[in-house]
């Protein structure tokens, strides 16, 4: 089965190919995928702006489409199924891929399912030959979420717990901006981290012994004050690049230590051996690594995508929806969008 992958929840255009027949080949079942990014349009307004990132998807969806058919080397008739994100995510932004999806799945007579984004990610780590059996333990770390889910198979989420404030890759970003580096920060901070010493400073570790919620806010404070307090760490004429990368290796340090914690304590709880990780920052190199490291001392596993699908695409959705359109399901005519869904209420498959 072909499905057609469209991901337009937020500032990334995303569309891809996965074919069931390849699942065993090297490239994890994708036929071919293809990436816009809309950082450069939003970067000079410090944000993403809603409007401008809807406008942008509908200006490049078509000519996308076109791009990934040349580099399948199919027709657009050798698709059999088309998934889109139908949220949570920004409204307008949502409905460009819904209805680009919708529609061309009526044009062409074929199902279209719409597809929970962070299911997506949940999801992508499982693509291709050997995943990861369920049940396991999710850690879900995006830019807009931070979760702990047991899953028990697809569509099968218990939440274990969930940030009260910003998300991890929130709070890498606003680091990073403190630090005078560029969106995304969480790659920008991991590089610079590179060179810096994750003990030079004692950030805290919030909510550590309080059950299984994160709140990230204060540890954006103790950076701001951090840098405030620190000689050399700011990005004028006094910057001195070994205290800037300290401060991010620490942050960087900080944050990895507090969701590994977490995500032991999890798998403790729901008595489970399997850590999966996906989202955006669980291409974080420190924590892949950390949490192969402490997960081997208690007998467990941690499972990862690669990079590129950690972040936001359309293979991940492509496949979620494969995993649905293969169990029956598939919507019906309405285009309708849910900016806030809980994944709790998705159906079993
Ligand atoms: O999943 P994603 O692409 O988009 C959302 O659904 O939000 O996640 C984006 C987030 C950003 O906050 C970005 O800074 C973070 O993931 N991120 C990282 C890394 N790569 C991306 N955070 C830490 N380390 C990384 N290597
Ligand atoms: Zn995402």
């Known amino acids: 089965m072909k499905v057609l992958g469209l991901e337009t929840s937020c500032d990334e255009t995303g569309l891809a190919i996965f074919d069931s ?11 071919g995928q293809v990436l816009y990014s809309q950082i450069e349009l939003h970067a000079v307004y ?11 998807h509908i200006r490049k969806l078509v000519p996308l489409f076109h791009e990934l058919l040349d580099q399948c080397g199919i027709s657009k008739h050798e698709i059999d199924a088309i998934a889109y994100t139908k949220g949570p995510g920004l409204i307008g932004a ?4 819904a209805l680009f999806g919708r529609s061309l799945a ?23 030959a050997n995943p990861p059996a369920f049940p396991f333990v999710s850690l879900l770390v995006s830019g807009g979420h931070t979760l702990l889910i047991a899953a028990q198979g697809v569509g099968q989420y218990e939440i274990l717990g969930e940030s009260i404030d910003d998300a991890a890759g929130e709070c890498f970003d606003k680091a990073a901006k403190m630090l005078g580096l560029e969106y995304p920060g969480g790659p920008n901070i991991a590089k610079l981290a590179e060179t810096g010493n994750p003990n030079a400073y004692q950030l805290p570790r919030p909510m550590l012994h309080r059950g299984l919620d994160f709140s990230f806010s204060g540890m954006k404070t103790a950076v701001h004050n951090l840098i405030k307090d620190t000689a050399g760490s700011g990005t004028g004429s006094d910057s001195d690049p070994q205290v800037r990368a300290d401060i991010a290796a620490s942050f960087q ?10 995500s032991i304590k999890a798998l403790k709880q729901a008595n489970m051996s399997r850590l999966v990780i996906a989202g955006g920052v669980s291409a974080n190199r420190h924590l892949r690594d950390t949490l192969e490291t402490e997960l081997a001392k208690i007998n467990a596993t941690v499972h990862y995508a690669p990079p590129a699908l950690c972040t936001d695409n359309g293979a991940m959705i492509a496949y979620a929806g494969y995993e649905r359109l293969q169990a029956g399901q598939s919507d019906d005519l309405a285009v309708t969008c849910v900016p806030r869904w809980p994944m709790t209420e998705l159906p079993a498959v």
């Open 253 to 262: 340090h900080a944050m990895v230590d507090t969701l590994v914690r977490k």
């Open 21 to 31: 027949e390849l699942i065993d080949s090297d490239n994890k079942g994708l036929l």
């Open 106 to 128: 009526y044009g062409l007579g074929i199902p279209a399912i719409g597809i929970h984004h962070m299911e997506g990610h949940l999801l992508a780590p499982l693509m291709g």
């Open 46 to 56: 410090g944000g993403v702006v809603p409007e401008l990132a809807s406008r942008d």
């Open 94 to 97: 949502l409905m460009t891929g």
